[in-house]
Structure formats: structure tokens, C-alpha cells
């Protein structure tokens, strides 16, 4: 085992919900989305972005191969009241995709990262 | 039956691509031109316009586009759907109708306008009924704010548009209608389908889910494999192929750049994604876990599968209301220790602003080029970052503190930290902050107040 940066099994986007962000994330190849609804947990999410959010909730797209995020909290008071530069959530989605995941050694080769 | 429904995305946001509409045009067979104007925040800048100048609270460069556009459709026979009256779509609907006849159009112009989302005149009637407009993220009741209350608008959906179609509009300008109205319309004018065939809704709010962010399905902002997007100097702006079954391909017109593939599909179907479960609009409820996508060829992607559920009783009410002020400035510091000097810099700001005596909601410090997007998740800068950007955002419910701030950033230049630049801009200015009220209503309350007119050129 060895882990990957999730950069190297999905894409994503997000955009805002009020003071959630949503990220989508999406398996870069078919076989990556076991990887990601088995390593991509709420709670390791949570623990990945810390103070930055103050809830996380998970929802699954196995006909899209993607996983949908809500992280409540992230946006500062969101919309127009908030004062980041992020304020919308645009870029939340490349934050998660610095998240490290173990993956075994086959697909840590297939990825580069072995 | 072979019947196919093309309906062309023109504008994603206020503000998108001037020429994509006209490239859409002309660029091959469309049958519908969408083009959605409104965002949450866009209704609450359109009513202090229109405070200002009753004639005006829509999108104004949706006239001259509508003049470049109108021969186009007088010619070849397409429609438009659109929400770009905002606050006042009859004076929208004038002025296209000005420019119409300002032109030597082939025919006349029908125009289908389509009022009644506007209840800022009637929340106290509501509140007095009993509905108490509920902030559907805080719980608070809108007694809270409701001296402060700048705009108030009921989401429609599409069956006001499918009337203005049926009576043989060219054009169909509205107010709050949600964008996947503007693209569900078309379709159930043009397929017959029932208003609950629940099914074909959310197919068609799928569809519309699609469109509805103009060219962010077809290649813009899209991070897959973002360096092997070709063309995005002309990109092409999405279009939906329908069927009468509902299932339907996304594409775009030959020889535009960008892309079209089962990757750029779905990163904008996980757009502002809640609960894929559930994706509820006026009319109707989606479910985005039945969508199936398959690869169909050169840019084209077919959508299929599509199931939903009925529409629920409420209708969703979007309230801007005055909260406060902010103001954000920003100083560049350079290489050696710029991010120090930064640091040092947002320590002596804040000192003196606290000399002041200033009180503020909040002060946000972000370090753009260390910590701006991805917080401590980016980790240390690098000692020999080549420039650090401090960017220090105030807000208060007051504007003094505020107007105040404004003038703490520039002092900074001559009386702290070195090798600072970037400060050609002038002072911050001080803006109003108008922020946005979600609650629900009973969709008896406003449906028998929606209207729909035609008007002729």
C-alpha cells in the first residue's frame, strides 16, 4: 500500500449552497470509484479540511462515478457577505483534491506514483 | 417520430460572452436560444436600479444583444427564452419592442412576457396571512430584517413560458423564473408532454442543469485534462438535442473550440449540487442518480434514463435584504521575507485600527499566494516566494468603521514594512452589502398573481 494524492483518481468541481460549498468528485478512470467511496469518508474529510469547515455531509453518484460533498460552514457567512476571496466556493473542489488516499500498489504504478 | 428539439445556451450569468449568442445563431439550426440572466444577488442589484429609475431593474445589455439577434430570429425562425426582465420585465419587454421597431425585420416580433414572481409589495399582506417566510439556512423569521427588505421574488418554473409559446411568442421575457424553466418550456411546448409527467420534467430540468452555465459544460472551467481543451478563444456554448422520449444529446456547433464529453457533462451536472436525490425546482423534482451519460461521437453526449418525482406545494422565495458594509484592500510585498512583511503589515494595520477604536463583525487577513484558497491545506510558503499579496477584508453593520478602513491601507506604504507595490488602484472602495434571504411559500399564494401577455412589434 501506498497512498496518492486524489488528484491522481478524480476530477471535481464546487460552487456554493448559502455557507456550504459542494464539491463534486469524480473518478478519473471507472475502477477509482470504489477507491473513493471506500477512502473518502465523511469523517476523513472532515479531519482534511479541520477548522476550515464546520460540517460535512456525503452523497453518492454511482451512475456518474462521482461523489457529491457538502461542507457546511466553509464560505465565511457565503454569498455577499462574505469577505474571502473563495467567497462562492469556486476552488474548495482542488482543496479536497489534496487529500492523500492508501491505494494498493496497482493502481499506485497506473498513476505514476509508485 | 424523428422530432428533434435543439435548444442553444446563450448566456450562463450578467456578465458572460457577449458574442456567444450570435455565434449560437449563426452557427447552425437552433430551434430555442436560452439565455439565463439572474443569480441570487443579480435580483437585489436590478431593484436598487429600478429604485433609482423606474424604467429600468433588468439585464440593459440584453437590448442591444436583442438587436443584433432580432433579424436572426425574424429570419431564421428561432425563439428566445430569457429571464433577463429581472425586476421589471415589461420595461425589459419595451425596450426589445422599441428596438424591434426600430429595425427592418422580415415580420413582426411576438413577444410573451410574463410577470407575477414580484411580491415586495405584498409581504405584509403575506406576513399577516400567517406565512412567516422563514430563513430556510438560519430559522430566523423575516421580522428580523424586514425593514430592510430591498427585493422579493417568488421562483417560477416553466408553465408560464409554455403559455407564451403556445400563443406563438417569438421572444419570452421574465422575471425569477429558474434557469431550467427557460429550458424545460421549450421542450413541453414542443413534445405535448403532461405537465406531471414527472419523468420528462426532470429530464428536461436536466437538460436545463446543463445549459444553464453557458459554455462550463462544454469545456470552460473544466479540469479534466484542462490543457487539452482546444479553441477556447471561440468556445462553443452548449446545446441540447431533445427527443420526445426525453432522453437527448448535449453538443456544440461545428468547428467552435472547447469541448463536449461525458468529463465536461459531468462536472457541470455536480455543479451547486445538494442532494442529487433530490434537485427541486417549481416543477417538478430530479433525480440526478438515475442520469445515465454515454460518449456519442465527436462533442456529443447522449443523456438518457432520467427519472423524478412530483413537484412539491412550495414555491421557493429569494429576498435580498440591506445588511451592512465592506470594504477588501490589497498590498503586494516583495522578495526577500515578503511573506513576512506581510505578516507584519496585517499586524500593524489591525494595531492601529484597534487605536481607533474601530468595531467590525469581522477582519479577514488572507495571504494570496500562501493561504488564500487553500488555507493551512497549502502548507508553508516557500522562504523565497517571490511576492506575497496581503488582501485584508473588513465588515461592519455600520459604514463609518468601514469608510474608515478605506484609509488605513494606503498609509501603510510609507509608514511599515518595505518593498511594497501594488497600490495603483486608489483607496478600497466602501460597498453595501446586500445579502439574500432564502424561505419558502405556499405556491397558492402566488401562481393565480402570475400573468402572461403577448406583444407585437
Known amino acids: 500500500m501506498t497512498t496518492v494524492q486524489l488528484r491522481y483518481l478524480a476530477h471535481a468541481r464546487s460552487g456554493d449552497k ?76 482542488t482543496a479536497l483534491l489534496r487529500m492523500e488516499v492508501p491505494v494498493d500498489d496497482r493502481v499506485a504504478a497506473a498513476v505514476g506514483n509508485a | 417520430m424523428t422530432h428533434t428539439v435543439r435548444i442553444a445556451s446563450g448566456q450562463g450569468f450578467w456578465g458572460d460572452w457577449l458574442e456567444a449568442p450570435m455565434r449560437q445563431a449563426q452557427g447552425g439550426p437552433i430551434d430555442y436560444l436560452m439565455m439565463d440572466y439572474l443569480a441570487e444577488v443579480t435580483m437585489s442589484i436590478m431593484q436598487k436600479q429600478k429604485s433609482r429609475d423606474p424604467s429600468r431593474g433588468y439585464a440593459r445589455d440584453f437590448v442591444p444583444l436583442m438587436e443584433r439577434l432580432l433579424p436572426e430570429v425574424a429570419a431564421r425562425g428561432f425563439k428566445v427564452t430569457t429571464n433577463a426582465g429581472g425586476v421589471n420585465p415589461r420595461g425589459c419587454a419595451e425596450a426589445v419592442l422599441d428596438v424591434a421597431r426600430g429595425l427592418s425585420l422580415e415580420r413582426p416580433v411576438k413577444l410573451g412576457l410574463v410577470t407575477g414572481d414580484d411580491m415586495l409589495d405584498r409581504i405584509d399582506e403575506l406576513l399577516a396571512a400567517g406565512h412567516p417566510l422563514t430563513n430556510l439556512d438560519t430559522g430566523r423569521p423575516l421580522s428580523d430584517v424586514r425593514d430592510h427588505i430591498v427585493s422579493a421574488n417568488a421562483y417560477l418554473g416553466m408553465r408560464p413560458i409554455v403559455e407564451a409559446l403556445a400563443g406563438g411568442a417569438d421572444v419570452v421575457i421574465t422575471g425569477r423564473v429558474t434557469d431550467t424553466g427557460l429550458t424545460l418550456a421549450p421542450m413541453f411546448h414542443e413534445f405535448g408532454w403532461a405537465l406531471d409527467d414527472w419523468d420528462k420534467v426532470a429530464a428536461g430540468t436536466v437538460a436545463g442543469h446543463i445549459l444553464e452555465c ?108 440591506g445588511y451592512g458594509f465592506k470594504a477588501v484592500g490589497s498590498l503586494v510585498y516583495s522578495w526577500p521575507d515578503a511573506y513576512a512583511k506581510a505578516q507584519a503589515a496585517d499586524r500593524i494595520l489591525r494595531q492601529r485600527l484597534q487605536d481607533l477604536g474601530l468595531e467590525y463583525e469581522q477582519i479577514l487577513t488572507e495571504f494570496v499566494g500562501v493561504d488564500a484558497t487553500h488555507g493551512h491545506l497549502a502548507g508553508p510558503p516557500d522562504p523565497e516566494i517571490a511576492e506575497v499579496e496581503l488582501r485584508v477584508g473588513v465588515r461592519a453593520r455600520d459604514r463609518a468603521p468601514v469608510e474608515r478602513f478605506t484609509r488605513e491601507i494606503a498609509p501603510l506604504v510609507l509608514t511599515g514594512p518595505p518593498s511594497v507595490t501594488g497600490f495603483a488602484g486608489g483607496r478600497p472602495a466602501v460597498q453595501e452589502i446586500v445579502a439574500y434571504w432564502p424561505a419558502l411559500i405556499d405556491r397558492t399564494e402566488i401562481e393565480p398573481h402570475v400573468k402572461v401577455e403577448w406583444l407585437e412589434s
Request: charged share 20%.
Open chain 1, 18 to 93: 448559502g455557507d456550504s460549498a459542494n464539491v463534486g468528485l469524480i473518478a478519473l478512470a471507472p475502477e477509482y470509484y470504489d477507491i473513493l467511496v471506500r477512502e473518502v469518508t465523511v469523517e476523513r474529510v472532515a479531519e482534511h479540511f479541520g477548522d476550515m469547515v464546520s460540517g460535512v455531509e456525503r452523497f453518492e453518484l454511482p451512475n456518474l462515478r462521482a461523489l457529491n460533498f457538502l461542507l457546511h460552514g466553509a464560505l465565511d457567512g457565503g454569498g455577499t457577505v462574505s469577505l474571502k476571496t473563495d467567497a462562492q466556493g469556486k476552488v474548495y473542489s
Open chain 2, 214 to 321: 453557458g459554455a462550463q459544460a462544454s469545456g470552460g472551467n473544466l479540469l479534466y485534462q484542462w490543457q487539452d481543451v482546444p479553441g477556447l478563444a471561440d468556445p462553443g456554448f452548449p446545446i441540447v438535442e431533445a427527443h420526445a422520449d426525453g432522453s437527448f444529446e448535449v453538443t456544440k456547433h461545428p468547428g467552435t473550440g472547447g469541448v463536449v464529453s461525458c468529463q465536461s457533462v459531468t462536472e457541470q451536472l455536480v455543479y451547486e449540487m445538494g442532494d442529487p436525490n433530490e434537485y427541486i425546482t417549481p416543477d417538478g423534482v430530479a433525480d440526478f442518480t438515475t442520469i445515465q451519460l454515454e460518449a456519442a461521437g465527436q462533442d456529443r453526449v447522449r443523456v438518457h434514463g432520467i427519472a423524478g418525482g412530483p413537484r412539491t406545494d412550495m414555491l421557493k422565495v429569494s429576498i435580498a435584504y
